[in-house]
């Protein structure tokens, strides 16, 4: 059965760091392209970051690009988000999803809440 | 950037009526890259339909997805009550990828 956990969510002053992770369990993770997606409280969802099953390639959102920084460790089954400079706007629940046969997602975390408060 | 309009955005139906939601894209989804989730409070998104029509795994087979090029529907056929949710579509066909802003589907 497919799982995916994450961790690493709080409450952060604006300009802070917070580094997510995802574990992930019950499928081959070094062989899937892996997500972040996050929901603003009351809000829609929004792609956040890609990275290809290998780590070659990435790619961002234009509003956290330059600041965040997607990145796995494939023998770990670990996916990451080292976010840096937060601010208000992405006080979000982000949630790790891992994609099917092309990019649409079979499988979500429960999702870590990021707060950016002063 | 691909933009998903939803429509309606709120619908109000009862247990065994049909539910049609649209989500029209403001270009064309590449080979019909577009997928269906679902969402109820407090949960995460769970997938319901890919590549426009392909149902997920589990889903049961009241849900339906439709549509080609820029307009897409997904159709319940006979409303249970656990279908009482928030929808959303989402284009997987380019680099940026982007979602609808949701359908709330409740009870009426």
């Known amino acids: 059965q497919m799982q995916l956990v994450e961790s690493g969510g709080g409450v952060v002053q604006p300009g802070g760091s917070l580094r997510l992770s995802c574990a992930a369990s019950?499928?081959?993770?070094?062989?899937?392209?892996m997500h972040w997606v996050r929901q603003a409280p009351g809000k829609g969802l929004e792609w956040v970051a890609f990275?290809?099953?290998?780590?070659?390639?990435?790619n961002y959102v234009d509003s956290v690009k330059g600041r965040f920084t997607i990145s796995r460790d494939n023998p770990r089954n670990t996916l990451y988000l080292q976010m840096n400079s937060l601010r208000v706007e992405d006080t979000a629940i982000y949630y790790c999803?891992?994609?099917?046969?092309?990019?649409?997602?079979?499988?979500w975390g429960q999702g870590t809440l990021v707060t950016v408060s002063s | 950037e691909i933009v998903l309009t939803q429509s309606p955005g709120t619908l109000s139906l009862s247990p065994g009526e049909r539910a049609t939601l649209s989500c029209r894209a403001s270009?064309?989804?590449?080979?019909?890259?577009l997928a269906w989730y679902q969402q109820k409070l407090g949960q995460a998104p769970r997938l319901l339909i890919y590549g426009a029509s392909s149902r997920a795994t589990g889903i049961p087979d009241r849900f339906s997805g439709s549509g080609s090029g820029t307009d897409f529907t997904l159709t319940i056929s006979r409303l249970e009550p656990e279908d009482f949710a928030v929808y959303y579509c989402h284009q997987y066909g380019t680099s940026l990828i982007t979602f609808g802003q949701g359908s709330r589907l409740e009870i009426k």
């Open positions: 270009q064309s989804v590449n080979s019909n890259s």
């Open positions: 999803a891992k994609t099917g046969s092309s990019y649409y997602y079979d499988a």
């Open positions: 019950g499928f081959l993770f070094s062989s899937r392209a």
């Open positions: 990275i290809r099953y290998d780590g070659s390639n990435e």
